[in-house]
């Protein structure tokens, strides 16, 4: 059994959840409310801004200069390409790239990425990768479910991200941290696997934390949207 067979099987049941999330779901058959949609787009945008300093420490922490290119493109893709795509789709939804700039992080958004570069930082390649990997592996897996949906991809308003996250590209970026997983992994004694368990673990719980902030807008107790720039 792979490493990333046996992170899929532990982690099913809260995959499972954010799979079938209302969120998701209102994504793939166009029920989901515009304006939690629109808040959905601002802190993910800021989401990504952190994911891509994450790619920065995996290079940092490659072993080989292959790996180290690798998360470098990550991160030049992401930065520049990935973002650039962000910013224009999020016009659709009346939301300004000044608006992008000032907005606030969520709570979650700042518990989820402090935790993977906390995890990065302080730990090993491989480390690196069991954070980074749920996004990028459910998000593809997210995207070919929606994709899969009749007409969902043809969406006015959402079918532009199941396009993207169902897309061969993406496909390739997530199915190369699962392999970069799998060889990171490979003679780590049990004590050290467990701990990668715990951290991919960790941030797939963070992925339905995600979703449930965006489905319900959640900021600060006490705090109105407008309050923190979104």
């Not at 532990?10 to 499972?16: D, G, Q």
């Not at 799979?19 to 629109?38: A, E, L, M, S, Y």
């Not at 902030?213 to 720039?229: C, I, S």
Request: aromatic share 12%; glycine share 6%.
């Amino acid at each position: 059994m792979k490493f990333t067979d046996r992170l899929h099987e532990k982690t099913l049941p809260i995959w499972r959840q954010n799979h079938n999330h209302p969120f998701v779901k209102g994504i793939g058959d166009g029920t989901v409310n515009q304006d939690n949609f629109r808040f959905y787009m601002v802190q993910d945008y800021l989401y990504l801004i952190d994911y891509s300093k994450v790619f920065a420490i995996g290079a940092v922490k490659a072993d080989d200069v292959e790996t180290m290119g690798k998360f470098a493109g990550l991160l030049e893709g992401t930065l520049n390409t990935e973002m650039a795509l962000h910013r224009k789709y999020a016009e659709r939804f009346g939301i300004s790239e000044e608006e992008l700039e000032n907005a606030k992080p969520s709570p979650i958004v700042l518990a989820y990425t402090h935790y993977m570069l906390h995890v990065s930082q302080k730990g090993t390649l491989a480390e690196v990768v069991a954070a980074v990997l749920p996004c990028a592996w459910s998000y593809w897996e997210i995207g070919k479910e929606l994709n899969d949906i009749p007409g969902a991809a043809d969406h006015p308003l959402y079918g532009d991200w199941i396009r993207m996250y169902s897309s061969e590209a993406f496909g390739e970026l997530a199915s190369w941290c699962i392999d970069l997983m799998n060889e990171v992994a490979e003679g780590k004694p049990e004590h050290e696997l467990q701990k990668l368990e715990e951290i991919f673990l960790n941030t797939t719980r963070f992925e339905y934390m995600f979703w449930d902030m965006a489905n319900n807008k959640q900021m600060w107790p006490g705090a109105e949207t407008a309050d923190v720039g979104i």
